[in-house]
């Protein structure tokens, strides 16, 4: 099949892409491993990255070969020859074919256009985003794991375990007594603090988001859980206060697969914004509105 629109969403824990025909439909989809630009820096992370795009271009081929591409990456700054070069060559396109922007640009206008609202999202990290009707981009949050990034998953997992922690350091076999930590060592291991440990420092940043599942699951058997997510839910209502303080009142949709987590999350964001602000919270798919980007270029 030709004609089509290549659409990619790569964040921390997935990459899915999309094809696209001229009309708008969706005639593929799939998806493969993680990637982040964010792993530019370090001579491993550049050849899991050329690796995966080749992965995917091998499974886009044998749907259909795609005239364009619209990807959007997490941690994505700006600088994207490189990674233009390695989508665009297994996929047979020139560089000029593939743009490249950040995966939440591409989050955004698959709820928005340009101008309309806010979009809060909530994924490994979190962001709270608005493009203005020039197509300027503005940010609140969005600063990476290691600084804040405030209901994402990453965040939401080294909270449980922080909290973890610090209660065996008061009273060791403590853990014992808290079915979040129960399922949080259930999923890293075991209770050794090695192993806590390794799977902090030693993973990606979307493996370490997967734990924040542990805390959504006991979140109804652990008080402790529950907080964990309405503060999240606190966090996200931050980044909507945030722009709308800068910007003024529009409405706000709520995205990401860990703002999907639990209803304490959504729901504690909800209370912490003004009663006139509207809050959406969306399943969209931001490979597809991506895919359709790039279909309707040619």
Known sequence: MSGLGLGIDAGGTRTRWALAAADGSIVAEGEVG?????????????ASVQA???ALAATVLAHGRPRAVRAGLTGFGGDGAQLQQWLAGPLGLS???????????????????????????????????WIDADGVFHR???RGVMLDDG????????????????????????????????AVFAQIGGDDWALSR?????QERGEVGRLALAVAASAGADPVAAAILAEA???LARLALALTA??????????????????????????????????TQTTARAHHAAARISASWT
């Open 34 to 46: 993680g990637l982040s630009a964010l792993q530019m820096g370090s001579a491993a992370g550049r």
């Open 52 to 54: 995966s795009f080749a």
């Open 95 to 129: 560089d000029e074919k593939v743009v490249l922007c950040s995966d939440i640009e591409i989050a955004y206008l698959a709820s928005f256009a340009p101008g309309e609202g806010y979009l809060v999202y909530a994924g490994t990290g979190s962001i709270g985003a």
């Open 140 to 142: 609140a949050g969005g």
């Open 151 to 182: 209901g994402g998953g990453f965040w939401i997992a080294r909270e449980a375990l922080r909290h973890i922690w610090r209660n065996e350091d008061e009273e060791p076999g403590r853990w014992r007594a808290s079915p979040m930590a129960q």
């Open 198 to 202: 390794q799977f902090m420092y030693g």
């Open 233 to 235: 839910g606190r966090e």
């Open 246 to 279: 800068r910007f003024g009142a529009r409405p706000v949709v709520l995205a990401g697969r860990a703002a999907a987590l639990h209803p304490l999350i959504v729901n504690t964001m909800r209370a912490g914004l003004p009663d006139a602000i509207s809050l």
